[in-house]
DNA sequence: GTACGATTCAAACAAACGTTTGATGGAGGC
DNA sequence: GCCTCCATCAAACGTTTGTTTGAATCGTAC
């Protein structure tokens, strides 16, 4: 057996059944049963579950996110600044290869990662975010300058959960709403995700005095 | 002690940790030692943890759904068609007022239900989502008569997406991007979400060449 | 061939889990 | 009084969990 071979095999097993079944309901026994390894091999290799977790989610995150920048760089060197659509591009389209072309379940592995409560977890998730939200919100708000940075923020965490629910729902969609709304290629999904996107982003800003504090006319309780 | 009040108690309980640790890191001892009731009350009352999992999620997602249903009813006998504006703030108004000024945790608990392999509860969800999708889909198509479908279809989950998730991430949110973009109110909430919707789902069709890759479902129209 | 570090293995560990049990308490009908 | 129904309780059940252990095995340099 190829050294650094039972690790890679642990890794694909884990991120498989972690995505399907969640974290806490994938043993480390259904791990390296699937993955055709020692039990102990887990804990030799990455120390805990834990760590494992970790392992699972930083081999993918970290690439997705480099190439994310990469594209973005090549784009603000050739036209300054980008059009929008173009930035769009540069954020969805790394992630959608992955989906549709590699692993369909990576974006549930995301969900996955949203509810789980280790503070240790989210704090890694929020530091190799970080600098994509900067990089790209800058990007939007060169392309979309009549928003202010309050907007930019939220319209940016929109785009990520319309891009991130979507892609978690696709493998479901032909089981809840039939075959004829399946999506089958990358072309396809960002043909319809981008036209929404950019027309979401460049909307009007948000009225002013909305923007103000406790404005209680909702008649309410 | 009054009679039904240990029920609803676990229920409350249950709610708040769910959310926040997941369905399997929050066990039943954490559970019952949090309302104050003895461990054997859950499977008492409930019968087991999955059936408490389906009672936390029904008591919420019944009522919520009915209220949007209730005011597109409203909406649609007093003008025809309504505008896109109103449809988009009569489903999102509902969940929107439940997490900003009741439990802001109901949301997160959406996300844990979508990651769960739970057969039995991905069959209710979308038992109970299928009346509103149908009915929101069809007042969004007449609002926006030049998209098909297909196009409503994806919309309507990028809708779902952008809301749930910015929902999920509104108590994060001064944690990980300061406190300059905390929301306080439905009505601010409101003010960002609404304009990137309907701008969103107004935008331009589908070019037809990338929609019709293997099902030409009739493109003239 | 021998020695040695790295890896794999079967077995066992304590802890935590969901669930079940049988006893206990109290309220209402007869 | 007595009985019945419903709810609560402490205790225990059998599994499953992540982790640890110590021996066996592999690859490789000497």
Avoid at 42 to 61: C, P
Avoid at 116 to 124: G, W
Avoid at 162 to 185: C, D, F
Wanted: hydrophobic share 40%.
């Amino acid at each position: 057996m190829p050294p650094g071979d039972t690790k890679e095999k642990i890794l694909d097993e884990a991120e498989r059944l972690f995505a399907d079944h969640g974290f806490s309901d994938t043993s480390l026994r259904d791990i390296t049963a699937g993955a055709g390894v020692n039990l102990a091999a887990v804990n030799y290799h990455f120390g805990s579950k834990e760590e494992l977790i970790k392992a699972v989610f930083e081999r993918r995150v970290g690439p997705l996110n480099r190439q994310r920048l990469e594209i973005l760089d090549r784009l603000e060197t050739s036209s300054e600044p980008p059009a929008l659509a173009e930035v769009v591009d540069a954020f969805i389209d790394p992630p959608l290869r992955i989906c549709c072309e590699g692993s369909p379940i990576f974006m549930r592995l995301f969900g996955q990662t949203y509810s789980h409560p280790d503070a240790n977890l989210t704090r890694i998730m929020v530091e190799q975010f970080r600098e994509v939200a900067f990089r790209f919100g800058r990007a939007i708000h060169r392309a979309v300058p009549h928003l202010d940075e309050h907007d930019v923020f939220w319209r940016l965490v929109f785009m990520v959960g319309s891009m991130a629910h979507s892609l978690a729902l696709t493998e479901m969609v032909p089981k809840i709403a039939g075959e004829q709304h399946r999506i089958e290629s990358v072309e396809e999904f960002k043909a319809h995700l981008i036209p929404f996107l950019v027309a979401g982003l460049s909307a009007p800003a948000t009225p002013r005095q909305a923007s103000a504090k406790t404005t209680d006319r909702g008649g309410n309780r």
